[in-house]
């Protein structure tokens, strides 16, 4: 049974230079775990390491990704000068390895246009499938219309665009995550909750604008089991009587969202999000290095769910395969 991870996270040496001379004080806390921290090098590595990591966990493809903020904390130039060599290295990194590793293109959301245009450069010339954004692009939800060339490519390529969290922005960590000492704020803001609300709240932000309304072949997948919404639907659905959406806003997760685990191995969730979206509509993801799956995590944790034959090799690599099947080259 093949494994593939979608939430495999990788830098290069410019994009982490470009972060520090965005950030020098290191603000943000992701800036700290990946400029500073000892995770660099597993970022940097993408090549015999990485491979290594893979096969400690049992992972057969990784599909990488510039970890967040990727170039969306950048102003326009410097995000625009950076996108092609980026992906260039995406790319050349999954030639080299091409059984091992695929990719998801960084865009250059600050400057929306060409952004786009280099989506479809990274799908129909580098072979890379889809991309990765995350939640916000400078001080600015990804969700507002500024960003909508972007879908726009994405439905007619019909690659996916994996949505990730950000940091929020620092009037909402000191106003809803401060208070506390400094490790304790970094991890409510981030990968505890604060992440993860605010990249669910995008999402609903997507379809409560009309963006699947208005590209329907758009496809999104969310990471972390849905970022918190996907548990809160029945609730959420109070905006379908005042929205002008053309269908309930729970349909929108069963016809243009897929989730992963992102690292979050809990059998109960993957049951939950199966139940909730269809078994045709997880894949599995690790979210490497930021969690390390160890002495074959990954394929057990995928062999012991209480799901069907069929189900686990959908979640494993049918799913997924489906996807790259159908993008537009």
Request: aromatic share 10%.
């Amino acid at each position: 049974m093949r494994i593939y991870a979608l939430e495999e996270h990788m830098a290069t040496t410019e994009v982490v230079e470009a972060w520090q001379r965005r950030d020098p004080g290191f603000s943000e806390p992701m800036m700290r775990w990946a400029v500073a921290g000892d995770i660099t090098p597993a970022l940097l590595d993408l090549d015999q390491g990485r491979l290594a990591a893979m096969d400690d966990a049992g992972i057969d493809v990784a599909v990488l990704s510039v970890s967040t903020p990727g170039l969306q904390n950048l102003s326009p130039a410097e995000a625009r000068a950076l996108q092609e060599p980026t992906n260039d290295a995406i790319a050349a990194a999954v030639g080299r390895h091409p059984e091992r590793f695929q990719g998801f293109a960084t865009l250059a959301t600050p400057a929306p246009a060409t952004a786009a245009a280099e989506l479809r450069r990274a799908v129909v010339e580098l072979g890379l499938n889809g991309a990765m954004v995350n939640a916000r692009s400078g001080d600015r939800g990804v969700d507002a219309i500024e960003f909508w060339d972007i879908y726009e490519a994405a439905a007619h390529l019909r690659a996916p665009i994996y949505l990730h969290p950000r940091a929020p922005l620092p009037v909402i960590n000191q106003t809803y995550y401060g208070g506390f000492d400094g490790s304790v704020n970094d991890l409510l803001a981030t990968g505890a909750i604060g992440w993860h609300y605010d990249a669910g709240l995008t999402l609903v932000r997507m379809i409560t604008a009309g963006l699947f309304d208005r590209f329907p072949d758009l496809q999104v997948i969310l990471g972390h089991w849905g970022e918190v919404v996907l548990f809160y639907l029945d609730r959420i659905a109070v905006l379908d009587g005042v929205t002008r959406l053309q269908r309930p806003v729970a349909e929108y997760f069963r016809s243009n969202v897929h989730i992963t685990p992102g690292g979050i191995s809990s059998h109960k969730y993957l049951r939950w999000s199966m139940e909730t979206v269809g078994a045709e509509r997880v894949m599995y993801a690790s979210d490497y290095p930021f969690n390390r799956e160890r002495d074959g995590s990954a394929r057990r944790f995928l062999e012991t769910a209480p799901i069907s034959a069929t189900e686990r090799e959908g979640l494993a690599y049918r799913n997924w395969e489906r996807i790259v099947a159908g993008i537009r080259r």
